[in-house]
């Protein structure tokens, strides 16, 4: 099974890609793939931007990332509420390739963290009820609120009831996905 993550922030000190980082841990017998988004940065889509010069490399690049995956584990930041610019950017130019829809039909484990009590819920809630429309097979979500109390990088999730809802949506993805393959 081949796993392709990513964390939607371009934030060289992400809590979300701490966050995807050890969702991975969980998955030993996968090929996993933890891409940054500051390796796919391209211009601010724009339907000009594409009349001009096309759909940007890194575009087509991230794409062919999701088709060769089985599963895609992202862990969204949430800025005002929503998606970040970078993650909304290379959501908007991968919509734009002919003949796709952006998630390709995959299954999808999708999480939000963040350092405030709601951890990253307005994001999480826009992306599981948006990304069915592109293509997502959101198989399970998770939200791990208030970062700095709840997780440390030598344990991971300390809380142990937070941690045992992830284990549970974990294996539920795990469940869901050998159905699949």
């Given at each position: 099974?081949?796993?392709?993550?990513?964390?939607?922030?371009?934030?060289?000190?992400?809590?979300?890609?701490?966050?995807?980082?050890?969702?991975?841990?969980?998955?030993?017998?996968?090929?996993?793939?933890?891409?940054?988004?500051n390796?796919?940065?391209?211009?601010?889509?724009?339907?000009?931007?594409?009349?001009?010069?096309?759909?940007?490399?890194?575009?087509?690049?991230?794409?062919?990332?999701?088709?060769?995956?089985?599963?895609?584990?992202?862990?969204?930041?949430?800025?005002?509420g929503?998606?970040?610019?970078?993650?909304?950017?290379?959501?908007?130019?991968?919509?734009?390739?002919?003949?796709?829809?952006?998630?390709?039909?995959?299954?999808?484990?999708?999480?939000?963290?963040?350092?405030?009590?709601?951890?990253?819920?307005?994001?999480?809630?826009?992306?599981?009820?948006?990304?069915?429309?592109?293509?997502?097979?959101?198989?399970?979500?998770?939200?791990?609120?208030?970062?700095?109390?709840n997780?440390?990088?030598?344990?991971?999730?300390v809380?142990?009831?937070?941690?045992?809802?992830?284990e549970?949506?974990?294996?539920?993805?795990?469940?869901?996905?050998?159905?699949?393959?």
């Open positions: 099974m081949k796993i392709l993550a990513f964390a939607g922030s371009n934030s060289s000190r992400s809590i979300n890609k701490q966050l995807v980082s050890y969702v991975l841990t969980y998955f030993t017998d996968a090929q996993t793939q933890l891409v940054d988004l390796d796919y940065e391209m211009p601010i889509f724009s339907v000009d931007r594409e009349s001009k010069d096309g759909i940007p490399v890194a575009a087509l690049d991230f794409a062919a990332k999701i088709d060769e995956a089985d599963l895609i584990v992202c862990s969204l930041a949430e800025h005002n929503a998606y970040t610019a970078a993650f909304k950017n290379i959501l908007d130019w991968v919509s734009r390739i002919s003949g796709r829809k952006v998630w390709n039909d995959k299954p999808m484990f999708v999480m939000a963290t963040s350092t405030g009590a709601r951890g990253g819920s307005s994001v999480l809630e826009i992306a599981t009820t948006r990304m069915p429309f592109n293509g997502g097979k959101v198989l399970e979500k998770f939200s791990l609120p208030s970062f700095n109390n997780f440390s990088i030598e344990d991971g999730i809380d142990e009831q937070l941690k045992s809802a992830l549970l949506k974990i294996q539920s993805v795990k469940t869901q996905l050998a159905k699949l393959i």
